[in-house]
């Protein structure tokens, strides 16, 4: 059974950073292309960065060059470095596989960005 956790949210001024983490368990993220999405109130969930098993790196143009999705296999970890945030970085983030599985979807963690 597929597990993934999402931790690491907050409230963060515009400008600072955070830093997310989704812990999964049942499935070896170093394998697998893995994504972190996000969701705003009231807006669609979207993709938002990407690793793949090579550990190559896609971003949505948002947030290219702020954003860096990285992995530690050994914690079996996705991580979501996110710098100089805006209020419209303000969302629900979530990880899941780049084809998400519906069943996979954890709590997510809330970011807020707002002064």
């Known amino acids: 059974q597929v597990q993934l956790v999402e931790s690491g949210g907050g409230l963060v001024q515009p400008g600072g950073s955070l830093r997310v983490s989704c812990a999964a368990s049942?499935?070896?993220?170093?394998?697998?292309?893995m994504g972190w999405y996000r969701q705003a109130p009231g807006k669609q969930r979207e993709l938002v960065a990407t690793?793949?098993?090579?550990?190559?790196?896609t971003y949505v143009d948002s947030v290219l060059g702020r954003f860096t999705i990285s992995r530690d296999s050994a914690k079996n970890t996705v991580v979501l470095q996110m710098n100089s945030l805006k209020p419209d970085d303000t969302a629900v983030y979530y990880c899941n596989t780049y084809a998400p599985v519906n069943a996979y979807w954890g709590q997510g963690t809330q970011v807020t960005v707002s002064s």
């Open positions: 690793i793949f098993a090579s550990g190559r790196t």
């Open positions: 049942g499935i070896a993220i170093s394998v697998v292309r």
